[in-house]
């Protein structure tokens, strides 16, 4: 709540400050090079009321949703097998790391082979692409358990199952949460990148047509279109997690 | 004495470091401890106090020797023994009064009853009030106050508190001092106390036994006389200034140089 309430003016001022120095840079250049954020946003708008932003962005919402939460099934309870047992980390962080290196783009022409150019490859992408920052994310919170408290745990009776269950899982709830926001951030990335270098859809489409037209403030309209989603996203998350882990307190607030 | 309730006899332990070479930590550590009997272990910061405690509640295993509660053999972390730790160590994630409430539910005992029983301790500890408060949101002082009621919960026979004011500022660790001895008064118990303040020792206890430096052996094992319920006054009696100078003496022949 105080971290909020601090926060906001702050962020305002931040925004407030940014689409001046925006607008000044925009202004007196041609609109085929820069749009200023005043015509930005009413191109925001009027592409919003008219259905055709929408429209894209829940055909892009569709694959995000099912690419992240496959994401998630499969990099949270292998995130914590390997953070707590170390014959499967010797097994399978070695394999994770090398491919956690690869850049993403050069995984489209296998996905492009593999699943294709729509729906299930865009899937795939935003899969692959988020899986690994959850699973990085989770394996460390699993990994750094303090250990006083399992300790604690085993003093006051509880047996290796009750330890997992109502110590360690609460444990790493921050860390679940951490892992969340920034695989979730991955994910939007992916969406897009997903968007552009396979079969143009939805508001990968709106860019490439936008593009193509020099017409920059729709281009802009669809950046700033993903910024507040990747905002709105960040900032969903951190709610959700004050609102259920009110114990915890984020060491940068 | 009659049958003695803990018996700790010719208790062993060392760590591996490094490359195979084993430290020792405790050596040959033997004495037993009356039911109800307050004793308080001093000896120098690193000799092997935690390790002690932490074998008498069965989370690690000695080499050899072993430890007998009413007779039998501690083969494991039971409900015989609560322990209140060093650095508190409370879960960030449960309340006061969720904290208490640990052991029992450890325990299976029904939710209701162990909260109605949590809430009792919590009153006994001076914290009602604060039974909703995260341990973030509360003091030291009151974090060991939920730390000894989560020990005390589990209706212990023996409870082992491994240097519990050691973190806390003078004044709330006299504060404290004077609570458990009240405490103490109304719930009696066998308790094992350690700590590397002297006049604690003198202070809380029935008899005191000093450690040597690592590996630690028992070096000295005194009598407190002072009579019960015990006040701040007797810290400045001659008894009681005489009694320290002898744990002062002791504590530095035990470190050879
Ligand atoms: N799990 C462990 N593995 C290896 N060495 C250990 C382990 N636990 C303790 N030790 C070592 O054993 C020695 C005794 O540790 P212990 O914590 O029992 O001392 P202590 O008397 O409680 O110290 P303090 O006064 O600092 O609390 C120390 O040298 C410590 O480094
Ligand atoms: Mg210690």
Known sequence: ??????????????????????????????????????????????????????????GSLAHLAVGFLLAVAVALPLGFAIGRSPPVAAMVEPVMNAIYAVPPVAMVPFLIIWFGLFYEARVALVFLMSVFEILVTVTVGARNVDPMLLQVGRSFGANRFRLVTVVMLPASLPFVFTALRVGLVRAINAMITAELFLAAVNLGALMKQSAQRFDMAGLLSLVVLLCLLGLAAQEGLKALESRLLPWHVRPSS | MAQPKLEISQL???????????????????????????VAIVGPSGCGKSTFLRIVDGLIEPDSGEVRLNGRAVTGPGHGRGMVFQSFDLFPWRTALGNVEFGLEMMG??????????????????????????????????????????????????????????????QTRDLLQDELLAIWQRKRKTVLFVTHSIEEAIYLADRVLIFTPRPARL??????????????????SPAFVELRREIWQSLKRGVRI
């Open chain 2, 109 to 170: 005992v029904p939710r209701q009853e162990r909260r109605d029983r949590a809430q009792g301790w919590i009153e006994l500890v001076g914290l009602t009030g604060f039974e909703h408060s995260y341990p973030h949101q509360l003091s030291g002082g009151m974090q060991q106050r939920v730390g000894i009621a989560r020990a005390l919960a589990i209706e212990p026979e023996v409870l082992l508190m491994d240097e519990p004011f050691g973190s806390l500022d003078v």
């Open chain 1, 1 to 58: 709540m105080t971290r909020l309430g601090h926060g906001l003016p702050l962020m305002a001022a931040s925004m407030v400050g940014g689409m001046i120095l925006w607008e000044m840079a925009a202004s007196g250049v041609s609109g085929v090079i820069f749009a200023p954020p005043s015509v930005v946003l009413a191109r925001l708008a009027q592409d919003t009321l008219s259905g055709v932003l929408p429209m894209a962005l829940l």
């Open chain 2, 219 to 236: 070096e000295l094992v005194l009598d407190v006389p002072f009579a019960r319920p015990r006040t701040e006054e007797i810290k400045s």
């Open chain 2, 12 to 38: 062993t332990k060392g760590f591996v470091r490094g490359r195979g070479d084993i430290v020792p930590v405790l050596e040959n550590v033997s004495f037993a401890v009356a039911d109800l009997e307050f």
